[in-house]
């Protein structure tokens, strides 16, 4: 019997679809992994309630699991504790800056955070603009930099 | 009906829920390719989806609770008179002042019912809450500045975001109503007493509404019914373009 790589170490490799270039782990929907017995049961939770790639990152945590020799996989959802862009990992948000998408600030308390002084992730200036509140996807919304006159994406603090 | 978390009682809760978020969700749909600009095209639509995330969780949960429903099922295989949703989610989007309107006092009502609900004796519900009071907040946010933008802007502007205001704030009036099962559910710690949450819905939009150049209308008329099947004009026809795909060739996917 071949040696399996642990399950937790398997899903490193499934990454956000919109985002390639996160983890499921960086971004913080990667809630847990156990392995009882032969079986693993992955616990995710979504970003926003609507996110249309939950059924993706569902099929992915699968297919990654059974090639790497796990047939018997159970992904579950949680909603509580709600997700939050705090849940971001530090190497997340370097990378989402790489990619060309401003990541979150870390949030405070209060429902309704203000988005003040984004950088833009291509030239670094604080001088920035927001176009509008809904970008790409629900959890993003697009900005413009003053600086490169360039339009970037920024991760939504929620 | 045994009145419990998780029992009879709270499907028909969820349902309510999971029916307003829906039928919103459907509404802001609409909107694709025909708003103002193309940054509201995607605002409006990705409101929608927030709310198309809660119905179906909302719906899911109804549906294990009835037994043996899917979300599918229950939004596309019911007729007018089992949807339960507040008639002001179901009123024409008009012009876009209209829509305006109905985001603004439907997300201002949501924001207050979920901030409380947060709270609930039944856990599902309470994590469905602290996850959607934080989309809510957005969509609240986003019809406000519009309420203000088109309030305090042009005659044309502030008329027509008026006659949005005016049209809709009588069916306002039904969020806040109780009955039997309410009263029993809300004694139980399961759902906010909808009473309780009129002020804080008052206290949101009166400044916003008075900082838009604009005034709450003194209005009577309070109509009601929706929270037991009973719809508007309007709503079959809306129910005919949301169901006809499912309905037409049962049981297809993507």
């Known amino acids: ?158 | 009906m045994r009145i419990e978390p998780g029992g009879p009682a709270v499907a028909v809760y969820a349902l309510r829920l999971g029916d307003d978020a829906l039928i919103v969700a459907q509404q802001l749909g609409k909107w694709a390719a025909r708003a103002p600009e193309l940054a509201e095209d995607v605002a409006l639509t990705n409101i929608g989806l927030d709310l198309l995330g809660q119905a179906r969780i909302l719906l899911s949960y109804a549906g294990e609770l009835i037994g043996g429903l899917t979300e599918d099922d229950l939004a596309f295989l019911r007729d007018e008179r089992a949807f339960l949703n507040c008639q002001l989610v179901e009123q024409p989007n008009g012009d876009f002042a209209a829509t305006i309107a109905r985001q603004l006092l439907f997300s201002a009502y949501q924001y207050e019912l979920y901030d409380a609900l947060q709270s609930s004796a039944d856990p599902t519900l309470a994590a469905v809450a602290g996850k959607a009071v934080k989309e809510v907040a957005y969509h609240r946010d986003h019809a406000t500045q519009w309420t203000l933008r088109l309030g305090d802007g042009t005659p044309k502007s502030t008329r027509r975001m008026q006659a949005g205001v005016d049209a809709l704030w009588p069916y306002a009036a039904e969020l806040f109503e109780s009955d039997a099962l309410l009263a029993d559910l809300v004694a139980v710690g399961v759902a906010p007493d909808p009473a309780q949450l009129r002020s804080g819905w008052a206290g949101y939009l009166t400044p916003v509404l008075s900082a838009a150049t604009m005034t709450p209308p003194a209005s009577e008329w309070a109509p009601t019914g929706g929270r037991s099947g009973l719809h508007t004009e309007g709503f079959g026809f809306l129910l005919a373009e949301m169901q006809y795909l499912h309905r037409s060739h049962p049981g297809a996917s993507w």
């Not at chain 1, 949680?78 to 849940?87: E, F």
Request: aromatic share 6%; with cysteine; net charge negative.
């Open chain 1, 1 to 158: 019997m071949t040696t399996r790589r642990p399950a937790r170490e398997v899903l490193d490799d499934v990454v956000d679809p919109e985002i390639p270039v996160l983890t499921i782990a960086d971004l913080g929907v990667l809630r847990e992994v156990r392995e009882v017995g032969g079986r693993v049961e992955v616990t995710i939770t979504p970003t926003y309630s609507g996110c249309p790639a939950m059924d993706v990152i569902r099929t992915d945590i699968e297919v990654a699991l059974h090639a790497a020799g796990y047939p018997d996989v159970t992904v579950r959802t949680v909603l509580a504790p709600a997700w939050t862009t705090d849940w971001m990992s530090t190497a997340g948000r370097q990378k989402l800056a790489a990619y060309g998408i401003a990541p979150p600030a870390t949030s405070g308390s209060g429902p309704v955070l203000l988005e003040l002084g984004v950088c833009c992730p291509q030239c670094h200036s604080a001088d920035t603009r927001r176009q509008s509140r809904c970008g790409s996807t629900a959890c993003k919304s697009l900005w413009v930099c003053n600086g490169c006159s360039e339009p970037f994406d920024h991760f939504r603090a929620i």
